[in-house]
């Protein structure tokens, strides 16, 4: 199968471009000599992606974080959010800030799987999120994604973490640092929820996530029981909690789920969602800023297929 490989050397604040000849190594071992081609700007994994998709590769190995795998799966994907090429295979290889897909995929935990996946010739499907909303330029946007979408509070500390040069500098606690500053400046939101077509009714939220996978934030349980394979989004929301909860009572708790047990936070599934609100309200969909409410996000089911062994 033609090979693409695809590598974000500014990932991980430049740590990519150090590990970048270890990762060649285990490539090749798997590949064969490979010819990578690097992003130069945001976006530029979407248009190397395209054009390799294009000359007739099916294999898609990308090198980064989460930004640069999303990046990757866009250029391969159509304006439906189908497959441009039903052959195509997203693999990816961790060496950014942010791996939640590797992470899911346990090639954080295994490293040698994400090797292993890429020079492999099975194949795993995995559900796609479809997210619409106003973008940052006040036109209607529209995007695709593998992990989650968060809107208010969540979407707000991710965003000043990504601005702040010192926040970058922690990594992956980038966030956590983030979050009491947000936390405390923050005002919660009067926000209306649609679920599969049904309105569930306006309430303050301090934050709300619809998510494929359980893992966000670093490592946190944000979504526990989350499938990226099961054809269903799992809603999350926090509501109209004061400041002091969501800093000692409910965000310790992430990390190991049990956040969701607490009374102030619900949970339920579905396949497509809508949240409006009349206050400015951020919309983060894989770690990035992508816009503001109002928002539609809907799955489409075994949209895209990952390297597997």
Partial sequence: MKTAVIVNRMAHKGGAARRWPAI?????????PVEPSFTTAPGHATALARAALADGVRRFVAVGGDGTVNETLNGLLDSSGTLSAPDAVLCPVPAGTANELCRALGHLAHPAL???????????????????????????????????????????????????????????????????????????REVAVTVDGVDTGRRRLFTALVANTENGGGGMRLAPGAAFDDGVLDLVELGDASKLAVLLGILPKTYSGGHIHHPLVRTRRGKSFRFEADADTLVDLDGETVGRLPL?????????????V
């Fill in 296 to 308: 539609e996000v809907t799955v489409l089911p075994q949209a895209f297929f990952v390297g597997s």
């Fill in 114 to 188: 994400a090797y292993d996946s890429a020079g492999g010739t099975r194949r795993q499907a995995i559900d796609l999120l479809r997210v619409r909303c106003t973008g940052l330029d006040g036109r209607p946007f529209e995007r695709f994604g593998y992990l989650i979408v968060s809107l208010g509070a969540a979407a707000a500390i991710s965003h000043r973490a990504s601005q702040s040069r010192w926040a970058k500098k922690f990594g992956e606690i980038a966030y956590l640092l983030m979050t009491p500053i947000v936390t405390l400046g923050y005002r919660n």
């Fill in 24 to 32: 060649r190594a285990e490539l090749e071992k798997r590949l064969g």
